[in-house]
């Protein structure tokens, strides 16, 4: 006996040191990058894929998925065995007491003993003692103390879950659940990616229009040395001369704005990486490398071909503008709305993009998977519940702690050779089995909350949908109106190049005149300036329009 109580004192003593370790244990907080003094080689992908390992924000959403699968765990714990070892120790300074009847305990007889049956006793006679009935007065209820001072007791007890149809169904949705962080995650990791892609062009664009304007200074430089030159050896008018000295000092602060813009792009792109912004970084891309193909990119937009309207000839023609019908306003506003959300895209084009590509359609499909296991579980809370249990265990008393501490088991006798055992074992093993009968309709209503729940999601899919054709729609009008202006304002810099050209040629031969070379050098900066805007325009929207297609982290990944 003695063995099997230290035994239980031990596990008592193990399960407490196993839940501190547990609460001492945390997971290692993700490591910061920290800034160094070498320069940083990034491309395009290299910056992603810094951003995906060290963006804190996303870092935190991975948080939430270990959050989910730590969930799994827990609810899958519960139909694993639970076991427990108790201890106790009391120290009953002030015993409760009970009242009890005493008059229960003994009977209204005595033994009667008369003079004559004394005389016979004295003269060596035997006597014949007989029991008589006597008057006894009632005693009322005492108050008695049942124990002893110092008690103690430990046990261990073991319940296994038998059946529940709450935890099967949570067993599925923790899994659902889980998925659903992951999905979050992706979520995240996509509008990381689109934010560091636009970072990144933001700064390749920033980049390349510095390096264009300390061109255009450099120029400007050689213009002014040689009208300088030429004003010292009379040919030309001081007026001349002031009017390039003008346009060089508003192009060397129009530079450095576009410094302090680039700075800030990089700024920008450091943020949006998780980068310090004390660690220098050295883009590797070139703005020619991200420059799209326009034509290619048209044909894939579907505007390529003028006689099908998209790309693929199998679609048919160009879709024609509905016929009226009779002047019915309303179903001539739903064609306009569903050529607006469908880009005039044939039915077929339309039919054929694939939702799931979007991670909020397939977010929202893990949601509506959630929501019916859930109206499943609170359907399941009027199954009943069936778990087996097991105890074992001692418990003990004595008037002192040293005596009670003794440990003395059933084989333990005094002095006098009287049993005097003081720690007494105890066992069983059972089943529980709990019907819910009548909760007061709770799990009415909670079934009526979780079915809204489930059609308020469904509901959603809709509109999503909707929303998914119109941001479809709206990218590639975008994209399209971006490759248009870019194909413009490449013309237009172009002609602008060769008009700047052309009049510094004539002014140097002296037949143009000053102002002709300013004017020119002024509308060539404002075609860059409208150049590089399209450009970013058309990098961003080609952003854009990958995410609503959702091919933007797919394309990141390949």
Request: hydrophobic content about 40%.
């Amino acid at each position: 006996m003695n063995k099997a109580f230290r035994l239980l004192l031990l596990l008592a003593a193990l399960g407490y040191l196993g839940l501190h370790q547990l609460l001492a244990q945390t997971p290692a907080p993700g490591q910061a990058p920290v800034a160094s003094g070498v320069p940083m080689s990034l491309s395009l992908q290299q910056a992603v894929d810094f951003a995906l390992k060290n963006k804190s924000s996303l870092m935190a959403t991975r948080l939430g998925e270990q959050t989910a699968h730590a969930r799994v765990g827990e609810i899958r714990s519960a139909g694993l065995p639970q076991v427990n070892v108790t201890a106790n120790l009391a120290d009953n300074f002030k015993l409760q007491k009970s009242l009890v009847d005493v008059g229960a305990f003994g009977g209204s007889t005595a033994t009667q003993l008369t003079p004559n049956d004394v005389t016979k006793a004295q003269s060596g006679q035997s006597v014949n003692l007989q029991q008589v009935q006597v008057e006894r007065a009632p005693l009322p209820p005492q108050a008695l103390a049942f124990g002893l001072q110092w008690a103690g007791n430990t046990s261990a007890s073991v319940s296994q879950l038998l059946f529940d149809g709450s935890y099967l169904i949570g067993l599925k949705a923790a899994k659902v659940y889980e998925d659903l962080a992951k999905k979050q995650t992706q979520q995240a990791e996509i509008d990381v990616v689109e934010q560091v892609q636009k970072a990144y062009y933001s700064t390749l664009v920033a980049r390349a229009r510095l390096e264009l304007l300390a061109r255009n200074v450099q120029r400007l430089d050689t213009l002014l040395y040689q009208t300088q030159a030429t004003f010292k050896e009379g040919f030309v008018e001081k007026l001349d001369v002031d009017r390039l000295r003008v346009q060089r000092n508003n192009l060397v602060v129009e530079q450095q704005k576009a410094q302090r813009l680039t700075e800030l792009s990089v700024a920008l792109l450091k943020f949006q990486m998780g980068l310090p912004q004390e660690q220098p970084v050295t883009l590797t891309d070139q703005l020619d490398g991200a420059v799209v193909d326009a034509s290619a990119l048209r044909q894939r937009l579907g505007v390529a071909n003028f006689n099908t309207g998209s790309g693929d000839r199998s679609l048919g023609g160009v879709p024609s503008a509905p016929a009226p019908t009779g002047g019915n306003a309303a179903d001539q506003a739903r064609q306009d709305q569903q050529s607006a959300l469908t880009g005039a895209r044939p039915s077929q084009a339309a039919a054929a993009f694939n939702y799931n590509n979007r991670i909020e359609f397939s977010t929202l499909e893990t949601q509506q998977a959630l929501a019916g296991l859930d109206l499943a579980n609170r359907r399941a809370g009027a199954y009943p519940r069936l778990v087996a249990t097991a105890a074992y265990g001692f418990n003990g008393s004595a008037i002192n702690p040293s005596n009670l501490f003794a440990f003395r088991g059933p084989n333990s006798v005094d002095g006098n050779g009287f049993p005097n055992q003081n720690w007494f074992g105890f066992g069983n093993i059972g089943l529980s089995l709990q019907i819910p009968v009548f909760d007061g309709f709770r799990r009415k209503y909670q079934v009526q909350q979780a079915r809204i729940q489930q059609q308020t999601i469904e509901r959603g899919f809709e509109t999503l949908r909707q929303s998914i054709d119109l941001q479809d729609a709206q990218s590639r009008t975008t994209l399209v109106n971006a490759l248009d202006v870019l194909d413009n304002q490449r013309a237009n810099l172009d002609l602008a190049t060769d008009v700047a050209r052309v009049s510094r040629i004539k002014f140097q031969e002296g037949v143009g005149s000053n102002l002709e070379v300013i004017t020119a050098e002024t509308d060539l900066r404002s075609a860059q300036t409208n150049y590089y805007a399209a450009l970013y325009d058309v990098l961003v929207a080609k952003v854009d329009r990958d995410k609503a297609t959702g091919e933007l982290f797919t394309q990141t990944k390949k």
